[in-house]
C-alpha cells in the first residue's frame, strides 16, 4: 500500500469476520437494501471512514460502499461538486445529506392505494449520522424537519404506516392532551 492507502489497513472492514463481499452489493433496492444498511452501519464506526470515502470518490469508484457511500451517493457528491467549482468534498457531501436520506427512505417505502404508507422490507433500520432509526423515526424527522421526541407512535389503524400526519411523537401528545385535573382542597 501506498502512503496514499496506508490508512486501508486500519478500516473495520479488514476484519477477518466481516463478509467483503457485503460491501459490493449488485443493486441499491429491494434485497439490497438490507446488505447495504449492513455494510453501512459497519462504516459508521469505522476510524478511517473520512479517508476512505474521500479516496473512493478521488479515484472515482464505480463500485462497492466506500466510507459509508454508495455508487449513487458518491455520484451526487461528484456532480453537487462540478455544479460548484471550489467546493470541496466535504462541503459536497453536507450539501446533499438531506437529499440523501430522502432518497434511501423513497426508495424503501411502498404508497398504498388505500393512502397508507409502508415500509419495505418491514422492521428493518437504518444507520443515520451513526445512528440507528427506525422508519417511523426516518419519517417523522422527514415531516416535521427534527428528530422525534421520545416514542413515535401511529394514530391511525394500520399498523406501522409512515404516511405523514398518521403518527406523533411524545411532545406532539403531550401538547394535545388536555390539563390534569387538580385536587381542590373542600371548604369547610
Known amino acids: 500500500m501506498t502512503d496514499t492507502t496506508s490508512w486501508m489497513k486500519h478500516g473495520i472492514c479488514r476484519n477477518p469476520f466481516i463478509d467483503p463481499e457485503g460491501f459490493f452489493p449488485t443493486g441499491e433496492t429491494g434485497p439490497w437494501v438490507t446488505v447495504i444498511d449492513k455494510a453501512k452501519t459497519i462504516c459508521a464506526h469505522c476510524p478511517v471512514k473520512p479517508q476512505c470515502a474521500t479516496w473512493a470518490l478521488d479515484t472515482r469508484q464505480a463500485d462497492g460502499i466506500w466510507g459509508g457511500l454508495t455508487v449513487n451517493e458518491r455520484n451526487r457528491i461528484l456532480r453537487q461538486q462540478a455544479r460548484h467549482p471550489g467546493m470541496t468534498i466535504a462541503q459536497a457531501m453536507t450539501a446533499i445529506r438531506g437529499l440523501s436520506l430522502a432518497d434511501m427512505f423513497a426508495a424503501r417505502i411502498n404508497k398504498r392505494d388505500d393512502g397508507h404508507t409502508m415500509w419495505l422490507p418491514s422492521g428493518t433500520s437504518l444507520s443515520v449520522d451513526g445512528r440507528n432509526?427506525?422508519?417511523?423515526?426516518?419519517?417523522?424527522?422527514?415531516?416535521?424537519?427534527r428528530w422525534p421526541n421520545g416514542t413515535v407512535r401511529g394514530t391511525c389503524d394500520v399498523s406501522g404506516c409512515l404516511t405523514a400526519g398518521h403518527f406523533n411523537d411524545d411532545a406532539m401528545r403531550r401538547a394535545a392532551a388536555p390539563?390534569?385535573?387538580?385536587?381542590?382542597?373542600?371548604?369547610?
Open 133 to 145: 432509526r427506525t422508519p417511523r423515526q426516518i419519517a417523522f424527522f422527514l415531516a416535521h424537519g
Open 179 to 188: 390539563p390534569a385535573a387538580v385536587d381542590l382542597p373542600l371548604a369547610a
